[in-house]
C-alpha cells in the first residue's frame, strides 16, 4: 500500500480544515496551536447549547477524555451524534481508559452513541478500551504499543474503526491491515499534548483525505518526523515543546517522503 504523504499534507494546508474539539484543559491551549502551526483551523467548543451546530460546520470531531466532567459527557454525546448523522469523521481519545470506573463507563457510553472512525490511544488505552484487565499509570501507558496489536484489531473488526496506537512504534489498524511507523523519540513522552495533538492533527487529515487508515497513518509520520526535526533544535522538555509547534509550521512534503519510516503488514 502506498501513502501519498506529500499530497496529503498539502491538501491539509490548502484546505485548512475546522477541526471541532471537545478535549481537556491540560492541553486544549497546545493542541490548537498544533492545528494552527500545521495549517488548520481549530475550534475547542464543548458548550452543549452550541456542539451540534459546531460539528455542522467542521470537517472533523476530535473527542478527548481528558478532564472528563457530566456536562461535558453529555457534548460528548451529541457532537458524535450529530457527526454519526452528517458523515463527519469522529475521532476518539480515550485518555486515562482503564485508570477509573468513572472513565471506562463513560467511554462505553460514547462508543455506544456512535462508532468512532479513528479511535487514537496508548498500549494501555487500547488494551483497556478492548476490555482486556490493565493497571495503569494514570494516563500513562505501561505496556508497549506492539503489546496492544491484538486488542487493536479487536477494536477495529468491532466498530468498524481505525485503531492508532502511539508508542516507540505506532501501530495502525484497520481490520486486516496494519501500519508500522517508526519515527519519533523518546523526549516527546515528557511533554503534555503531545498524544492529544497527535489525535487533533489526526482529525485535521481526516478532514480531507477520504481514506481514514490513509489518514492516521499521515497523522502518525507527521508527528514522529516532526518530533524528530524538533530535537534536532531542542533537546530538554521545554523548549521542545516549542520546537515542536515550529517544526509543524515548517515541515515539508518532502520531509515526511524522505525521512517516514513505515512499513506494512
Not at 500545521?38 to 476530535?62: D, F, K, R, Y
Not at 494501555?124 to 494514570?138: M, N, Q, V
Not at 502511539?166 to 501501530?171: E, K, P, Y
Request: glycine share 8%; aromatic share 4%; charged share 15%.
Amino acid at each position: 500500500m502506498e501513502i501519498q504523504l506529500e499530497n496529503n499534507l498539502q491538501t491539509l494546508r490548502s484546505a485548512s480544515p475546522l477541526v471541532h474539539n471537545i478535549t481537556n484543559y491540560v492541553v486544549m491551549n497546545y493542541t490548537a496551536n498544533a492545528l494552527l502551526a500545521l495549517g488548520a483551523s481549530p475550534v475547542m467548543a464543548h458548550a452543549l447549547e452550541e456542539v451540534e451546530e459546531m460539528v455542522t460546520i467542521a470537517g472533523a470531531l476530535v473527542v478527548n477524555i481528558g478532564t472528563l466532567s457530566s456536562h461535558w459527557v453529555e457534548a460528548m454525546k451529541l457532537a458524535m451524534k450529530t457527526a454519526a448523522k452528517l458523515g463527519k469523521p469522529i475521532i476518539l481519545d480515550p485518555v486515562g481508559a482503564g485508570a477509573t470506573s468513572y472513565r471506562n463507563n463513560v467511554l462505553a457510553e460514547l462508543l455506544e452513541t456512535a462508532p468512532p472512525t479513528i479511535i487514537r490511544g496508548n498500549g494501555s488505552e487500547i488494551l483497556a478500551l478492548a476490555g482486556a484487565s490493565i493497571k495503569t499509570k494514570g494516563v500513562d501507558s505501561t505496556v508497549s504499543s506492539t503489546d496492544s496489536i491484538e486488542a487493536a484489531y479487536a477494536l477495529s473488526k468491532k466498530f468498524g474503526s481505525v485503531v492508532s496506537v502511539s508508542g516507540a512504534v505506532d501501530v495502525i489498524v484497520k481490520g486486516n491491515q496494519a501500519a508500522y511507523i517508526s519515527n519519533g523519540v523518546p523526549l516527546m513522552t515528557r511533554v503534555t499534548g503531545m498524544g492529544c495533538s497527535a489525535s487533533a492533527i489526526a482529525g485535521a487529515y481526516g478532514a480531507v483525505v477520504k481514506d481514514p487508515f490513509e489518514a492516521a497513518i499521515s497523522a502518525a509520520a507527521t508527528m514522529g518526523v516532526c518530533g524528530e526535526l524538533a530535537f534536532r533544535e531542542a533537546k530538554s522538555p521545554g523548549s521542545f515543546q516549542i520546537a515542536f509547534l515550529d517544526t509543524l509550521a515548517e515541515i515539508t512534503p518532502a520531509h515526511l517522503t524522505e525521512l517516514a519510516k513505515i512499513k506494512y503488514a
